[in-house]
């Protein structure tokens, strides 16, 4: 009995200490809760530097004596244009032409006899029109054609345009039709597929030159190194498919695209329609997976290097 007395105390003054210890504690976090001030937030949001920072802040661009790399007579000559091009001369415009002949018939008068003028249709190419303004008193006449022939393409450069909309848009000769009936426009032109060879052409042209700007800005902007450091990127038309694929290559320093691997799901090679390929076709199908097809990508490019002096030493891709 004695010895439980004992123990039955000790067990009382561990549960005061206890007691008073934890009335202490509450009573000093009570204390510093309602009698200190609360702090704000640790991280607070950064505020953006005014305005002046940006515009007086100079970034790194290319000069344009460098900038200006393409040397070619057909590159040469679409710079030319282009710098001679006035968007508010050369816009088109869809006209009804009923209504054209009933302006011209009341307001436009045959300067030669003064006599009625009217319009006579004449050969139609896609889009292009050939009409003749005749004089119903005289014999004067006014050949008019609403395009311009290309002399290199021997392709009228509305129907062109219409080749090039289409195509940024994903459709084709089937789209066109649908869109020329839709508008009430006259039929696409024929030759659809010559002027596509013709656009492809001058666009693959054109995207070299760009590539080889970006190549040059991306060297200087790297301190006239020749290493650069790139990222690689694929996709293909479809979700899960080997072919009609493409493989990017772009600048760390630029963000811009240095090069591309395409790999097309027709050949247009000249063996197509015997089934018989050169060993060096670089139009072949690529026959292999989808993940595999980017590896390939980036194997082409590397070895295109070449062709640009350039070394890609640093890699980023997924």
């Not at 006035?86 to 009804?96: C, K, P």
């Not at 018939?105 to 009217?118: P, S, T, W």
């Not at 027709?266 to 989808?290: I, L, N, P, W």
Request: charged fraction near 25%; charge should be positive.
């Amino acid at each position: 009995n004695g010895d439980n007395n004992k123990t039955a105390r000790r067990c009382f003054h561990l549960y005061l200490q206890f007691t008073a210890i934890l009335i202490i504690s509450l009573r000093s976090f009570c204390f510093l809760y309602f009698t200190m001030p609360r702090s704000g937030r640790v991280f607070k949001k950064r505020k953006p530097p005014p305005n002046g920072y940006f515009r007086n802040k100079k970034l790194p661009t290319l000069p344009a004596r460098d900038a200006n790399v393409c040397s070619s007579s057909s590159s040469t000559s679409i710079r030319m244009e282009y710098d001679n091009f006035d968007t508010q001369d050369n816009i088109l415009d869809i006209v009804n032409l009923r209504d054209l002949m009933n302006f011209l018939g009341k307001f436009v008068a045959c300067r030669a006899c003064g006599g009625e003028v009217y319009i006579e249709y004449g050969n139609r190419q896609g889009l292009q029109l050939c009409m003749s303004l005749k004089c119903s008193s005289c014999s004067l006449s006014q050949i008019y054609s609403n395009s311009e022939k290309n002399p290199t393409s021997d392709v009228y450069d509305i129907n062109l345009r219409l080749i090039y909309a289409l195509r940024i848009v994903g459709q084709g000769e089937t789209g066109a039709k649908s869109f020329c009936a839709a508008m009430n426009l006259h039929d696409p032109p024929d030759c659809f597929e010559s002027g596509e060879k013709v656009l492809s052409n001058v666009i693959e042209e054109v995207a070299r030159d760009s590539m080889k700007r970006a190549i040059n800005e991306s060297t200087w902007l790297n301190g006239n190194s020749r290493e650069l450091s790139v990222v690689f990127d694929g996709s293909s038309q479809k979700r899960g498919v080997s072919s009609a694929g493409i493989v990017s290559a772009s600048s760390l320093d630029s963000g811009k695209v240095i090069d591309v691997a395409i790999f097309p799901n027709v050949c247009s090679c000249e063996g197509r329609v015997a089934g018989k390929h050169e060993v060096s076709c670089e139009f072949k199908d690529y026959f292999g997976t989808s993940g595999e097809m980017e590896v390939a990508g980036v194997k082409q490019i590397i070895k295109n290097s070449k062709q640009y002096d350039v070394k890609y030493t640093e890699y980023l891709g997924d």
